[in-house]
């Protein structure tokens, strides 16, 4: 019996994703170890046995995931705490969320700020799920590579009473092209994907967002500029899934970040790579760099980015677990 060159090739691109999986694991484990020896060894109070984790969605138990999806829902049913002289747009608990990421977008982003500050922000985000909606888990992650060559087929997204909704309806629609603002022409391309409209199925299908755009230019259904995106705008939640930027979310490229050796190299290669790689696979509300959290998708993909900053972090802990670089300004501009 005789092979295709096709088949070979498949066979060969199997190979080489388990190796890189296989690499990557060995990494998760020995910086696992290292921060159980670590929780163990410190004095303050925090240990293996009661330490909070964060697991990936697919390993949750049916019942954990509909409590998490009520949860998000409460959050969406609760009065917002932002003013609305302040925030016009706001009808949500939710939206004050999306709120503050749109007004905080040009001090945390492109700069040393970007990691402490969302894993701030997701936190708080976990603590009103459980505080406020009897939520008694913690937020889950999307580890990306499992699913990186079919992105729709994660448990995650697959438009089941158990996801957080699907893919948008396939709608007809243009590439996602914009420039980053005072970024001296930085330029993001998103080719049109698989979606492009409304979420049709799952518990968030319909789902209004309240808040944004901010990038007025993109050339998404519903996608008209709001001025600062804190105005009142509802229409529907977009995605525009496919697996045109999930490769950037492979396992080499995670191995590659837990491999780095400084925190410089390391957030660059993460925002550059992963960060950017699985806001544009999930795409519509999540191509927006200001807007994104109005998806529950959001922290999702955050928890992950925090997984892996925490994982290069154990690495070395004595010198990873509190070095940073990177100045507190956009590009590292002052900007008008």
Same mark, same amino acid.
């Given at each position: 019996?005789?092979?295709?060159?096709?088949?070979?090739?498949?066979?060969?691109?199997?190979?080489?994703?388990?190796?890189?999986?296989?690499?990557?694991?060995?990494?998760?484990?020995? %910086?696992?170890?290292?921060?159980?020896?670590?929780?163990?060894?410190?004095?303050?109070?925090?240990?293996?046995?009661?330490?909070a984790v964060r697991r990936e969605w697919s390993t949750l138990p049916?019942?954990?995931?509909? %409590?998490?999806?009520?949860?998000?829902?409460?959050?969406?049913?609760?009065?917002?705490?932002?003013?609305?002289?302040?925030?016009?747009?706001?009808?949500?608990?939710?939206?004050?969320?999306?709120?503050?990421?749109?007004?905080?977008?040009?001090?945390?982003?492109?700069?040393?700020?970007?990691?402490?500050?969302?894993?701030?922000?997701?936190?708080?985000?976990?603590?009103?799920?459980?505080?406020?909606?009897?939520?008694?888990?913690?937020?889950?992650?999307?580890?990306?590579?499992?699913?990186?060559?079919?992105?729709?087929?994660?448990?995650?997204?697959d438009g089941s009473n158990t996801s957080i909704s699907g893919n948008?309806?396939?709608?007809?629609?243009?590439?996602?092209?914009?420039?980053?603002?005072?970024?001296?022409?930085?330029?993001?391309?998103?080719?049109?994907?698989?979606?492009?409209?409304?979420?049709?199925?799952? +518990?968030?299908?319909?789902?209004?967002?309240?808040?944004?755009?901010?990038?007025?230019?993109?050339?998404?259904?519903?996608?008209?500029?709001?001025?600062?995106?804190?105005?009142?705008?509802?229409?529907?939640? @977009?995605?525009?899934?496919?697996?045109?930027?999930?490769?950037?979310?492979?396992?080499?490229?995670?191995?590659?970040?837990?491999?780095?050796?400084?925190?410089?190299?390391?957030? @660059?290669?993460?925002?550059?790579?992963?960060?950017? $790689?699985?806001?544009?696979?999930? $795409?519509?509300?999540?191509?927006?760099?200001?807007?994104? +959290? $109005?998806?529950?998708?959001?922290?999702?993909?955050?928890?992950?980015?925090?997984?892996?900053?925490?994982?290069?972090?154990?690495?070395?802990?004595?010198?990873?677990?509190?070095?940073?670089?990177?100045?507190?300004?956009?590009?590292?501009?002052?900007? %008008?």
């Amino acid at each position: 019996m005789k092979f295709s060159t096709t088949v070979f090739a498949f066979l060969g691109l199997l190979s080489s994703v388990r190796a890189d999986e296989a690499a990557f694991r060995a990494l998760e484990k020995q %910086s696992n170890l290292l921060q159980l020896q670590a929780l163990n060894a410190s004095q303050t109070g925090c240990t293996s046995a009661n330490v909070a984790v964060r697991r990936e969605w697919s390993t949750l138990p049916t019942k954990e995931k509909h %409590s998490y999806i009520n949860a998000v829902k409460c959050l969406r049913r609760l009065p917002p705490l932002n003013l609305p002289s302040l925030v016009p747009g706001v009808r949500s608990r939710f939206d004050d969320y999306q709120a503050v990421h749109i007004n905080s977008t040009f001090i945390i982003h492109f700069n040393g700020r970007f990691l402490p500050w969302h894993r701030y922000f997701v936190s708080v985000y976990e603590q009103a799920l459980r505080s406020q909606c009897n939520y008694t888990g913690y937020q889950p992650y999307w580890e990306w590579s499992t699913f990186a060559n079919d992105p729709v087929a994660s448990p995650l997204f697959d438009g089941s009473n158990t996801s957080i909704s699907g893919n948008g309806a396939k709608v007809p629609h243009d590439d996602f092209s914009y420039t980053i603002p005072y970024s001296g022409g930085l330029h993001n391309t998103c080719p049109a994907q698989d979606g492009g409209g409304c979420l049709t199925t799952g +518990p968030f299908a319909n789902l209004t967002v309240n808040l944004g755009p901010v990038n007025s230019n993109a050339s998404l259904p519903g996608w008209v500029g709001s001025g600062t995106g804190l105005d009142y705008n509802p229409r529907c939640l @977009t995605r525009d899934m496919g697996s045109y930027w999930s490769n950037y979310t492979g396992w080499d490229n995670v191995t590659t970040l837990l491999e780095a050796d400084d925190f410089a190299t390391f957030a @660059t290669l993460l925002t550059q790579g992963v960060h950017r $790689g699985g806001h544009f696979t999930i $795409g519509g509300l999540n191509n927006d760099l200001f807007t994104s +959290p $109005g998806d529950p998708a959001f922290f999702f993909h955050h928890a992950q980015i925090d997984r892996i900053w925490t994982l290069w972090q154990n690495l070395n802990l004595t010198k990873r677990g509190t070095e940073i670089a990177g100045t507190s300004t956009w590009f590292n501009c002052m900007h %008008s």
